[in-house]
């Protein structure tokens, strides 16, 4: 036989590689409606009383990797449990050669102990004998559940691939009334899944690797037959067309090629075409109808302006990002109103202390100021002036009416360093900088001066202040929380001063100095008498930084009241590990005073109890020997997160039997039945979302204070008699009937003998000529 080679037929396979986070299931709608539809996922609740079981895949086909999202998608499901003896059960059983039960139905009464469980589920591996799982729950039912009394829900995760039948054990649960949803994961068959899943098979059929998509979908339809329901009624489930794919792999004929075969004969062999084909791994895609729960949201309406993109925050609020010449402010209102007349001279910090870098932040906020604010109908006027130890106006007020111009002459404007005299500074720019215009009266635009520094001065700023005031300017500031004190005792007002954390902060504070700019207060009940308390939440459940927010806010509540010991008294109470009088009635007599010592009230931590600090109210501070005034009205307001307030039903009911009006204002996104049981029947209770909400409730509550303000009052409540001593009502007046051993107008003194008489006081006029 004749040497010849030998040629072996090639048979190529080629795989295309495969993206782990290909999407196996796609809905065709827009990256908006996938916003909602995420969104309404974490919206959704399901309190019914209804049996929930997950069968999770974990044989080597699924590998431990798709095990751990299969554990996530699980997890993501439960949050939206109202786990409970009573209302949601869940168990879970893992298969793969055979059955494991992970725990049954009755182990786990709450929440988190079953997502726990969850987590600690340890990959086995093995084969995918799905029918085997399914014909374990016909033998064994629901481990743990309630025997039919309540639906029962199957939830299988897998990627389809059973290696053994599962239509007989799948029919055979259905007609025991049990709902399958067939779940898939990593690359599943799907032609499986819709055998498993219960009619009708759009509706029952997931794909956990979209883990947030698909606990929508079966929320959605869970909540058609009302065992979950949606946080608004404007929810609605919809249809959406999707796409669902199948990693197949097919062969493809690629050509001929020449090969050699055997023949008959012992010494001749043939020459033939022998077919070339390849092998290849492609995506088969299958449509579909996706039934998804969406939810309205705020930016539907496209509130945002000039190119603003609208960020929604829940159903019913939303913040704007704004370009860059538009500030953060609210909708990305770009400017000053055209009603709004103004001069307004930047007097910026250009000393050492404030450094290069701050003077070019303070330089960049009012660059972005005058590109946000300021417009060719606008009737502001804009000056700049920097200052260290001297000052110069580097743009006077009015020189530029055109916004490119002034943006120029601005970037000019250099360092200059040296000492930080804010003081000098501001009485030569209340004198100097807003130029020698002769114009008075209502022909004159407010004038507003504008301070930008991060260093505290080296000078003495209260007095420079005062002249500045008195020449009609409004001052505001623009500083870091190092110098908020100076700046509050600068401005007069902590209303007036904007502080910042960080460069990015700086610019969000752009829209609130504008509406500072145009706005103008508005005064409370100024002319009435009042003793007015604060007890402020200090504990750790506030945390320090909400219980600065609630400082600003009371500060700022203070703008609206006089202070003096003939008309307003206030005084300030902060408990957590323990209760503290931060300063009593009558112990600031100014509202300047009162405001330092507002932002000097220490934050305390621990755990705080609202009834121990009411009954201290009660006990050391509303009395009339700690400085509280016979005659008149008195309120106390209680801001506090909610926690500690079991115990304070008491105190507070004996606080109002005494004559104190009280009031709650409670901060947290849950109003707790303990808050409501201290409105009283007058519903004394202003609710807060949050602490950075409390300034919209700053109206609110000013109104309630003056409505006691004006409220008829006892002059023996709370009585001022001492020592046990009787309040005795008399012909508009009072006078205290005193026990054996006391004496005096309001029993103060002891008596000379022991046995002597009551001693009657004197007659009591009311505070305030009430």
């Known amino acids: 036989m004749p040497s010849v080679p030998w040629l072996e037929v090639l048979f190529v396979f080629l795989f295309s590689g495969v993206l782990p986070s ?126 039919a009394s309540v639906p029962q829900i199957l939830i299988v995760i897998t990627d389809g691939r059973s290696q053994g039948h599962v239509a007989v054990p799948t029919k055979q649960l259905k007609e025991r009334g049990v709902t399958i949803f067939a779940v898939g994961v990593r690359f599943p068959r799907w032609e499986e ?48 067309p999707c796409e669902r794919k199948t990693l197949e792999t097919v062969r493809e004929l690629v050509g001929s090629v ?60 939303y913040h704007c990002l704004c370009p860059p010449a538009f500030g953060v402010g609210a909708n990305c209102a770009p400017k000053l109103s055209v009603e709004c007349r103004i001069d307004v001279l930047f007097l910026l910090a250009s000393s050492a202390g404030t450094t290069p870098e701050g003077f070019l932040r303070a330089k960049a906020f009012v ?39 002034l943006l120029r002459s601005l970037d000019g404007v250099p360092f200059s360093g040296g000492a930080t005299l804010t003081g000098s500074a501001l ?51 623009v500083g870091t929380e190092a110098v908020r004190a100076e700046l509050e005792e600068l401005t007069g007002s902590p209303e007036r001063v904007l502080v910042y954390a960080g460069p990015q ?43 600065a927010q609630m400082q600003s806010f009371v500060r700022s509540c203070m703008l609206q009241f006089e202070v003096n010991p003939d008309v307003t008294q206030v005084g300030l109470v902060v408990y957590g590990s323990q209760v503290q009088t931060a300063f009593g009635l009558d112990a600031h007599l100014t509202r300047a005073a009162v405001l330092r010592a507002m932002s000097q009230a220490p934050y305390l931590g621990g755990a705080g109890s609202a009834g121990t600090a009411l009954l201290h109210v009660y006990d050391k501070v509303m009395t009339v020997q700690r400085g509280a005034r016979p005659g008149v009205p008195k309120a106390v307001v209680v801001l506090t997160g909610g926690m500690g307030t079991e115990d304070a039903a008491v105190p507070v ?60 009052v006892s002059l023996c409540k709370p009585s001022p008699c001492l020592h046990e001593g009787t309040c005795v009502l008399q012909n508009g007046s009072y006078r205290c009937e005193c026990q054996d051993g006391w004496q005096g107008p309001h029993c103060g003194n002891r008596s000379l003998r022991g046995d002597a008489p009551k001693a009657r006081g004197s007659r009591r006029e009311p505070a305030g000529g009430q």
């Open 653 to 712: 009911q004996k606080l109002r039997n005494n004559g104190i009006s009280v009031l709650v204002v409670g901060v947290g996104p849950v109003l707790r039945e303990a808050l409501r049981r201290l409105a009283g029947p007058r519903d004394a209770l202003i609710h807060v979302a949050t602490y950075a909400d409390l300034r919209y409730h700053q109206d609110t509550l000013i109104h309630w204070i003056c409505g006691e303000a004006k409220r008829p």
């Open 22 to 147: 290909h999407p196996l299931q796609e809905v065709h709608v827009s990256r908006e409606t996938i916003g909602k539809i995420s969104a309404a996922s974490k919206m959704m609740q399901c309190s019914a009383a209804v049996d929930i079981l997950f069968l999770i895949d974990g044989s080597h086909s699924v590998g431990k990797g798709s095990f751990e999202r299969s554990k996530h998608f699980a997890i993501m499901v439960c949050d939206a449990l109202d786990i409970n003896p009573e209302r949601v059960r869940v168990g879970a059983i893992q298969f793969s050669s055979a059955p494991h039960l992970e725990f049954p139905l009755d182990s786990f009464s709450s929440q988190q102990e079953v997502k726990a469980k969850i987590k600690r589920m340890v990959f086995k591996g093995g084969r995918t004998e799905t029918g085997l799982a399914l014909k374990y729950l016909l033998r064994r039912g629901f481990p743990g559940g309630r025997n």
């Open 367 to 405: 660059k972005r100021f005058v590109q946000a604010s300021l417009s060719e109908d606008s009737r502001a006027r804009v000056g700049v002036a920097r200052y260290s130890g001297e000052l110069a106006v580097a743009v006077p007020v009015g020189e530029y009416q055109d916004v490119p111009d």
């Open 505 to 547: 902060d700086l610019f969000r504070r752009v829209p609130e100095l504008r509406e500072k700019l145009c706005s103008r207060p508005q005064p409370g009940c100024r002319t009435q008498s009042l003793d007015l308390l604060f007890m402020l939440d200090a504990s750790a459940s506030v945390g320090p930084e909400n219980f």
């Open 427 to 477: 009485r030569r720019a209340a004198e100097l900088g807003f130029g020698s215009a002769a114009r008075t009266g209502q022909d004159r635009p407010r004038r507003v001066l504008v301070l930008l520094t991060e260093s505290p001065s080296q000078d003495e700023v209260a007095g420079p202040a005062r002249h500045a005031r008195a020449r009609e300017l409004l001052l505001l500031a």
């Open 193 to 240: 899944l819709h055998r498993l899943a219960s009619e009708p098979r759009e509706q029952h059929v997931l794909m956990a690797e979209q883990v947030e998509d698909a606990t929508n979908g079966l929320l959605s339809t869970l909540s058609k037959s009302a065992v979950c329901t949606v946080a608004s009624p404007d929810c609605k489930v919809q249809p959406h």
């Open 258 to 317: 020449l090969c050699w075969r055997g023949s008959r004969r012992s010494d001749a062999v043939l020459a033939a075409l022998c077919p070339f084909s390849s092998w290849k791994r492609v995506f088969i895609t299958h449509p579909a109808t996706c039934y998804r729960t969406t939810c309205p949201d705020p930016c539907d309406s496209q509130p945002c302006q000039n190119g603003g993109t609208c960020v929604p925050e829940g159903l019913d609020r």
